[in-house]
């Protein structure tokens, strides 16, 4: 079945590091794939997406690459602030009208 | 963008009494919302797909029983947990399919704590 594989956390960074959290999916067919931000005590808010081969999804200086000969879409972003700190979630949805699969989740914490 | 709402976003009950959650969306038509479960410090669970005018689908492991959901109208869908304990405490994140998007994107209600006493 789909899956997506995320690094374990958490990621400790200072502030203006670069970030880089990677994500691996298994899937029959063409996933669109996203990635999800939670904040602390918050609901998850949507932060990119990308639904065909190659397509780039960018938010926020946030950027992922859906490449589908390596089924990845890693999350990067080239100068993390403090507000930047949260979980983030690498997900999948498969055939139209199905749930989300999500990773385990990547915790990040920027300091100052 | 889409919102979606969910009520309450905190509840404090005793064992044995039935907690129900609302999710709604506000200004889009969901035929499909989708019902998780998330535990501290991990990944959100799927717990069930909510159709507008069937009957829900769940997920291996998860009592229908226990997790009634009704999704009675193309805005709203309910979970109500029933004879609730202190096990049922958790995170519960709704979702909404907006079926006008093509590329299937779903928007997250800000989630209802749940905890048992």
């Known amino acids: 079945g789909n899956s997506v594989t995320q690094m374990e956390g958490p990621v400790t960074l200072s502030e203006e590091a670069f970030l880089t959290i990677n994500c691996t999916y298994t899937?029959?067919?063409?996933?669109?794939l996203f990635w999800y931000v939670q904040y602390p005590g918050e609901g998850l808010q949507l932060l990119l997406k990308?639904?065909?081969?190659?397509d780039k999804g960018s938010n926020k200086g946030f950027e992922a690459t859906y490449r589908k000969e390596t089924t990845s879409f890693h999350l990067e972003k080239g100068s993390v602030q403090v507000s930047d700190s949260a979980v983030y979630f690498c997900?999948?949805?498969?055939?139209?009208?199905?749930?989300?699969?999500f990773g385990k989740g990547t915790t990040l914490s920027v300091s100052s | 963008g889409a919102v979606v709402s969910q009520h309450p976003s905190r509840v404090i009950c005793k064992s044995g009494t039935s907690v129900k959650i609302e999710c709604r969306s506000l200004d889009f038509q969901a035929t499909t919302m989708f019902w998780y479960r998330q535990f501290p410090k991990q990944s959100l669970m799927l717990m069930a797909t909510s159709n507008e005018g069937s009957k829900a689908t769940y997920e291996q492991g998860v009592e229908k029983d226990k997790f009634l959901i009704n999704h009675a109208s193309l805005t709203l869908s309910t979970l109500t947990v029933t004879s609730a304990h202190p096990e049922d405490s958790s995170f519960y994140i709704c979702?909404?399919?907006?079926?006008?998007?093509?590329?299937?994107?779903?928007?997250f209600g800000p989630g209802t704590r749940l905890t048992v006493l």
């Open positions: 979702s909404a399919r907006d079926q006008e998007l093509a590329y299937n994107e779903q928007f």
């Open positions: 899937a029959t067919g063409y996933p669109s």
């Open positions: 997900a999948l949805v498969g055939q139209a009208g199905t749930a989300l699969i």
């Open positions: 990308a639904t065909k081969a190659d």
